[in-house]
């Protein structure tokens, strides 16, 4: 009987202190997410971005093309100045699947002289237009030294989704881990500032962590 006792007392025990240990293996605080944007820099909407992510003090991924860079320096160098991560989205935005294997090369060897030549960073992350990969152009991407990023979150602000809809979809779907896709230059109406605005507070009181690309991947 005294033995059936003590067993029964260390199973309560461990019964009730199974919740803490797994509160403690996972806090809240552990979860981080990644905003990144494409297509720029544009002197007006790369810059609203910028001052929304200071007001947070949030650090984001920009992936952005060599003409544009070559267009307005000055701004890739405010995104560099203000501590963001910059990203390498070819020359041109040629959809890089149907070039052959030179043309691809050229598009990211110049958009990466551009950055250097403007801002000083040497980026080693590259995001394809559009998102299409194959095996040879992993192949040439990968012996240029670069990391291929894609995304988990589309937010289809490229569209002109409206901002509420792009804020309920990632809200509803985000986890820790993800990496968003949004738009630093889209040609008109770009809802991309007014679905921040909506959906970046909410992240932050669920206990997200905004990191860059190169933070998450030295994460994993
Ligand atoms: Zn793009």
Redo the contacts with the bound molecule.
Sequence with gaps: MKKLLVYLCVISLIICTLPIRISAVSPVSQKRIVLTF??GPHPKQTRQILDFLDKYQIKATF?V?GTNVRQYPDVLREVEKRGHEIGN?TNT?SHAARLDSNTLEQQILDCEREIFLQSGVSAKLF?P??GALNDQMRAIIRNLGYTNVLWNLDTLDWAHTPPEQIAEYVISNAKNGDIILM?DYIGYNSPTLEALELFVPELLEQGFTFVTVGELLALK
């Design positions: 494409d297509d992936f093309i989205h935005h995001r237009p559009e738009h």
